[in-house]
């Protein structure tokens, strides 16, 4: 009976309770996209900030050199996700007695976790998984065998090879002939430096990676979980975080956050209150049902939950059809802002079902304590 | 006759007009606070964004290479070029003053710390920390606790103290006055020294107080950082510095912005001077300081732009979700309210009112209405928006005057909106079946 009279008031007030299920449908859909957005955007956010480059440097005591297997290590410590760039560092001479920083780096490591670097063209990307193989024999044939590849800094190149000509630049009586390849320009400190593939810089200098750069993606607490992990791995190391880095990402993080959970807060209110409105006149409007329920002798605990019943079902299949809506609004939105799908977040549902379904029964309820203190004859004459 | 039936339904259904008001005027708030939110973020993440430091870098024109290995100068002291200290102020006066935040000078000398064997060669910095110039007759301050906010000083007591934020930094424990003797030591160099704040340093026969020790997780943690002219005096280069960190606002880079300026027809020229790409102020900071070379640093410059589009794009599109959601609020109040009239609107029909009629008196109430609630939504979201902004950006969120006619342009149009399919439905009612109540 109850069952029925539930479908029964649904369908021949079809228009009514059309209506009343779009509002909610809708609202649910509205809240469902901004608090995916809400969750979703941080991670997003966080992805952008990882082009600002490495925010953990591990550096090793002054005047000694990494371990050999440092790389594989901090990737074993930190996960996959995250980006390492070795770094060795020796003071050469040109032929003309001018000194020169030249770095040892992997060149396709650095390329994508020093993505703001302005290459004109990157020197030997492909070779540099076969280096290692080849270097063992080169080491045998002596270091200055062939010219090497390399990435020369804007400032560098101005001051060693203006007419990008190879040029040769000695370190402690070894030397090595470079072809300049590409020119690096920053704006920072690397402008100065010459850049080549870590195996012929170890090579022709002895010298092992001293730094790596690292760019752990994630929350605070995974970067600082990272720190420490690295901290364990690396006990003869310092590992620092660059502050510069962290704290500016946390900063604006943080305030877009707060911007965007306002904005949640506002549309998820507006949109209840659209719900409120609508389902309050909804159940207002059918005062006659109620009174002819009461005037058959229908007990007041069987009409309030009647109505109750009423309108969670209706809060239910509104949340449920309005989640699989915002889903895909969220996930346009990822798509259109930020170029990557956002991933649904189910754990938001409970959420919004919740909420669909006590603003369901606020909005019924409310009507039906106005309604209880009125006599059924007077509603029933129409007044 | 028109007005007063419209007054008269005012007077006497005052609460549900009431109703209809209050969703009309929340509406507009919510979307009014978030378009001047979403107008207005761009500055404000980009004034946040200038945490992440300076994004321009003069150095001078005719310069030697840096030869430097974490943090430590291997250059000699006096090899190549130097900028002149009076020119800086100079930088106040380019077309984008406004845009630029603060900048700092640096002159790193390398000294010798210790004696004997135990002597150690340690970079000095000089650089402004607060320092007050004049520009004609503007005074302002300006130094690293502007363009470098993420480095920290420990004081004497133990506490850790920010560079502070906004105009006017009062004096923090621990950071050095510009015109004293005082220096920050990097906590890496303070370590390996056993240097406290208060302690004593000497360096190159100048008797020095150490004031704080600096924590910046960078190459300054293992260097000592000094007012200019101290380094100077240490030079013996009185006016000299090496470069200038800048910290400019500016707009994200397009196609404009990069096109060499040399290429460019006049009007091209004079627009891509005047809009505040990080390219344009570095050109106007090469003409404002003589021999000098500007360029952005693009690890912050580059990112900058990516970051705050993004954040723009997501305010645009959450935005539209807020008026999209106004609007629903607003027509649904609406729609619910006519519905209920519909008895109203029998009685009329009987009464002999055509269909014209009394649809014009009904959008005639709901243009009241939404002129009313417009005009109180856009103070109340007025009012939203302030709070938004002093509670999140610690700072005024401005709102255009020009907003007041588009809001409530939108609101009359979204309450028509709303009404439009009530009110036709309400017009087309048979009259005897309202009056019968069989609705």
Same mark, same amino acid.
């Given at each position: 009976?109850?069952?029925?009279?539930? =479908?029964?008031?649904?369908?021949?007030?079809?228009?009514?309770?059309?209506?009343?299920?779009?509002?909610?449908?809708?609202?649910?859909?509205?809240?469902?996209?901004?608090?995916?957005?809400?969750?979703?955007?941080?991670?997003?956010?966080?992805?952008?900030?990882?082009?600002?480059?490495?925010?953990?440097?591990?550096?090793?005591?002054?005047?000694?050199?990494?371990?050999?297997?440092?790389?594989? @290590?901090?990737?074993?410590?930190?996960?996959?996700?995250?980006?390492?760039?070795?770094?060795?560092?020796?003071?050469?001479?040109?032929?003309?007695?001018?000194?020169?920083?030249?770095?040892?780096?992997?060149?396709?490591?650095?390329?994508?976790?020093?993505?703001?670097?302005?290459?004109?063209?990157?020197? @030997?990307?492909?070779?540099?998984?076969?280096?290692?193989?080849?270097?063992?024999?080169?080491?045998?044939?002596?270091?200055?065998?062939?010219?090497?590849?390399?990435?020369?800094?804007?400032?560098?190149?101005?001051?060693?090879?203006?007419?990008?000509?190879?040029?040769?630049?000695?370190?402690?009586?070894?030397?090595?002939?470079?072809?300049?390849?590409?020119?690096?320009?920053?704006?920072?400190?690397?402008?100065?430096?010459?850049?080549?593939?870590?195996?012929?810089?170890?090579?022709?200098?002895?010298?092992?990676?001293?730094?790596?750069?690292?760019?752990?993606?994630?929350?605070?607490?995974?970067?600082?979980?990272?720190?420490?992990?690295?901290?364990?791995?690396?006990?003869?190391?310092?590992?620092?975080?660059?502050?510069? =880095?962290?704290?500016?990402?946390?900063?604006?993080?943080?305030?877009?956050?707060?911007?965007?959970?306002?904005?949640?807060?506002?549309?998820?209110?507006?949109?209840?209150?659209?719900?409120?409105?609508?389902?309050?006149?909804?159940?207002?409007?059918?005062?006659?049902?109620?009174?002819?329920?009461?005037?058959?002798?229908?007990?007041?605990?069987?009409?309030?939950?009647?109505?109750?019943?009423?309108?969670?079902?209706?809060?239910? =299949?509104?949340?449920?059809?309005?989640?699989?809506?915002?889903?895909?609004?969220?996930?346009?939105?990822?798509?259109?802002?930020?170029?990557?799908?956002?991933?649904?977040?189910?754990?938001?549902?409970?959420?919004?079902?919740?909420?669909?379904?006590?603003?369901?029964?606020?909005?019924?309820?409310?009507?039906?304590?106005?309604?209880?203190?009125?006599?059924?004859?007077?509603?029933?004459?129409?007044? | 006759?028109?007005?007063?039936?419209?007054?008269?339904?005012?007077?006497?259904?005052?609460?549900?007009?009431?109703?209809?008001?209050?969703?009309?005027?929340?509406?507009?708030?919510?979307?009014?606070?978030?378009?001047?939110?979403?107008?207005?973020?761009?500055?404000?993440?980009?004034?946040?964004?200038?945490?992440?430091?300076?994004?321009?870098?003069?150095?001078?024109?005719?310069?030697?290479?840096?030869?430097?290995?974490?943090?430590?100068?291997?250059?000699?002291?006096?090899?190549?070029?130097?900028?002149?200290?009076?020119?800086?102020?100079?930088?106040?006066?380019?077309?984008?003053?406004?845009?630029?935040?603060?900048?700092?000078?640096?002159?790193?000398?390398?000294?010798?710390?210790?004696?004997?064997?135990?002597?150690?060669?340690?970079?000095?910095?000089?650089?402004? *920390?607060?320092?007050?110039?004049?520009?004609?007759?503007?005074?302002?301050?300006? &130094?690293?606790?502007?363009?470098?906010?993420?480095?920290?000083?420990?004081?004497?007591?133990?506490?850790?103290?920010?560079? &502070?934020? &906004?105009?006017?930094?009062?004096?923090?424990?621990?950071?050095?006055?510009?015109?004293?003797?005082?220096?920050?030591?990097?906590?890496?160099?303070?370590?390996?020294?056993?240097? !406290?704040?208060?302690?004593?340093?000497?360096?190159? &026969?100048?008797?020095?107080?150490?004031?704080?020790?600096?924590?910046?997780?960078?190459?300054?943690?293992?260097?000592?950082?000094?007012?200019?002219?101290?380094?100077?005096?240490?030079?013996? !280069?009185?006016?000299?510095?090496?470069?200038?960190?800048?910290?400019?606002?500016?707009?994200?880079?397009?196609?404009?912005?990069?096109?060499?300026?040399?290429?460019?027809?006049?009007?091209?020229?004079?627009?891509?001077?005047?809009?505040?790409?990080?390219?344009?102020?570095?050109?106007?900071?090469?003409?404002?300081?003589?021999?000098?070379?500007?360029?952005?640093?693009?690890?912050?410059?580059?990112?900058?732009?990516?970051?705050?589009?993004?954040?723009?794009?997501?305010?645009?599109?959450?935005?539209?979700?807020?008026?999209?959601?106004?609007?629903?609020?607003?027509?649904?109040?609406?729609?619910?309210?006519? *519905?209920?009239?519909?008895?109203?609107?029998?009685?009329?029909?009987?009464?002999?009112?055509?269909?014209?009629?009394?649809?014009?008196?009904?959008?005639?109430?709901?243009?009241?209405?939404?002129?009313?609630?417009?005009?109180?939504?856009?103070?109340?979201?007025?009012?939203?928006?302030?709070?938004?902004?002093?509670?999140?950006?610690?700072?005024?969120?401005?709102?255009?005057?020009?907003? *007041?006619?588009?809001?409530?342009?939108?609101?009359? *149009?979204?309450?028509?909106?709303?009404?439009?399919?009530?009110?036709?439905?309400?017009?087309?009612?048979?009259?005897?079946?309202?009056?019968?109540?069989?609705?």
């Amino acid at each position: 009976m109850f069952l029925r009279m539930l =479908i029964r008031a649904a369908v021949l007030r079809r228009g009514r309770a059309a209506a009343a299920l779009f509002a909610m449908v809708v609202a649910a859909a509205v809240a469902t996209a901004m608090m995916n957005l809400y969750v979703d955007v941080q991670a997003k956010l966080r992805t952008e900030f990882r082009s600002y480059g490495a925010n953990v440097v591990v550096v090793a005591k002054e005047g000694q050199s990494l371990p050999a297997d440092s790389l594989a @290590n901090v990737e074993s410590s930190v996960g996959s996700k995250t980006r390492a760039v070795p770094f060795s560092y020796a003071v050469a001479r040109t032929k003309e007695g001018q000194s020169v920083v030249v770095a040892g780096t992997d060149f396709s490591r650095a390329r994508q976790l020093n993505r703001w670097w302005n290459v004109s063209r990157w020197p @030997n990307l492909r070779q540099t998984g076969s280096t290692l193989a080849q270097s063992s024999e080169s080491s045998a044939q002596g270091a200055a065998a062939k010219p090497v590849n390399a990435l020369v800094g804007m400032r560098a190149a101005a001051a060693i090879s203006p007419d990008r000509r190879p040029f040769e630049l000695t370190f402690q009586g070894s030397t090595i002939q470079l072809i300049p390849t590409g020119v690096l320009q920053t704006g920072a400190g690397e402008d100065s430096r010459i850049y080549v593939d870590q195996s012929e810089f170890q090579n022709w200098t002895g010298v092992a990676p001293s730094t790596i750069e690292i760019a752990i993606n994630g929350s605070t607490e995974e970067v600082e979980q990272g720190i420490r992990q690295l901290v364990h791995a690396f006990p003869t190391a310092d590992v620092r975080p660059v502050r510069q =880095i962290m704290e500016g990402e946390a900063n604006v993080l943080n305030k877009t956050r707060s911007t965007i959970y306002a904005a949640t807060t506002l549309i998820v209110l507006t949109s209840a209150l659209c719900v409120l409105a609508t389902l309050i006149g909804w159940v207002f409007d059918r005062r006659r049902d109620f009174a002819i329920m009461k005037a058959l002798g229908a007990s007041e605990r069987l009409v309030n939950g009647f109505f109750a019943a009423e309108a969670a079902v209706l809060g239910a =299949i509104g949340a449920v059809l309005g989640f699989a809506i915002g889903i895909g609004v969220a996930v346009w939105i990822g798509r259109a802002n930020f170029h990557a799908p956002v991933a649904p977040r189910f754990s938001v549902f409970p959420y919004v079902l919740v909420g669909s379904i006590l603003v369901a029964l606020i909005s019924a309820v409310l009507p039906i304590g106005l309604l209880r203190r009125v006599q059924p004859a007077l509603i029933l004459r129409g007044e | 006759m028109f007005p007063r039936l419209v007054y008269e339904s005012f007077r006497r259904q005052s609460r549900r007009k009431l109703l209809a008001g209050v969703a009309i005027t929340l509406g507009v708030a919510v979307a009014t606070a978030m378009i001047a939110v979403a107008t207005d973020i761009g500055d404000k993440i980009s004034r946040e964004l200038r945490s992440y430091g300076a994004n321009l870098l003069v150095t001078p024109q005719e310069d030697t290479l840096d030869v430097e290995i974490g943090g430590v100068n291997l250059k000699p002291p006096s090899d190549g070029g130097f900028l002149n200290e009076a020119d800086l102020p100079k930088i106040r006066g380019t077309f984008w003053h406004n845009n630029i935040v603060g900048f700092s000078p640096m002159l790193p000398v390398t000294v010798r710390l210790g004696t004997g064997s135990e002597a150690k060669d340690v970079t000095l910095v000089g650089t402004y *920390f607060n320092k007050p110039l004049h520009f004609g007759k503007e005074d302002f301050t300006t &130094g690293v606790r502007v363009t470098h906010p993420w480095w920290k000083v420990q004081c004497r007591d133990g506490s850790l103290t920010s560079p &502070g934020r &906004g105009e006017d930094l009062p004096a923090a424990c621990g950071w050095p006055d510009d015109s004293s003797k005082d220096v920050l030591v990097g906590e890496r160099l303070a370590t390996r020294l056993s240097k !406290k704040p208060g302690d004593a340093i000497e360096v190159s &026969g100048l008797q020095l107080r150490v004031s704080g020790i600096l924590s910046t997780g960078a190459a300054e943690d293992d260097q000592i950082v000094a007012p200019l002219t101290l380094a100077q005096e240490v030079l013996g !280069k009185p006016g000299a510095l090496r470069r200038v960190y800048v910290s400019a606002l500016t707009k994200p880079q397009d196609a404009l912005a990069v096109r060499d300026p040399k290429t460019m027809t006049p009007e091209v020229y004079d627009r891509w001077y005047c809009s505040p790409y990080v390219q344009s102020i570095a050109y106007q900071l090469q003409e404002a300081i003589p021999h000098s070379h500007a360029d952005q640093i693009r690890q912050v410059a580059q990112n900058e732009g990516t970051v705050l589009s993004r954040i723009k794009g997501l305010m645009l599109l959450v935005t539209l979700a807020a008026l999209f959601a106004s609007a629903l609020a607003v027509s649904a109040a609406m729609a619910t309210a006519i *519905f209920e009239r519909r008895v109203e609107v029998g009685l009329m029909k009987a009464l002999g009112a055509g269909s014209l009629s009394v649809a014009a008196i009904f959008f005639a109430e709901a243009l009241l209405l939404a002129l009313i609630g417009g005009v109180a939504g856009f103070a109340a979201g007025s009012l939203l928006a302030h709070q938004i902004g002093r509670s999140i950006f610690n700072s005024q969120i401005s709102i255009e005057p020009v907003l *007041f006619p588009i809001v409530l342009a939108i609101a009359v *149009f979204v309450t028509f909106a709303g009404s439009a399919a009530a009110i036709w439905r309400a017009v087309k009612f048979d009259p005897v079946f309202a009056l019968r109540g069989e609705a």
